[in-house]
């Protein structure tokens, strides 16, 4: 659970912008918008797979761009 406490002298602004920040950094926003509507054990599999492979793909340009 993020917790976030108000400092002195600093404006409720500037409290909400440091919450949303950690809400962000931790995924939070991510999680509602997954769960918001059903998707099916089939497309999440099939979703998954090509984040994975997009993940390798990615550090795999970057491994080889590292050693140049």
Known sequence: MIK???RPNESLEAAIRRF?????YAGIFKIA???????APTTVRR???R???RTVAKAERMRRNARF
């Open 4 to 6: 976030v406490q108000v």
């Open 20 to 24: 949303k920040r950690q809400c962000n």
């Open 33 to 39: 918008k997954a769960n918001t509507f059903y998707e």
């Open 47 to 49: 979703r998954e797979k």
């Open 51 to 53: 984040e994975r492979s």
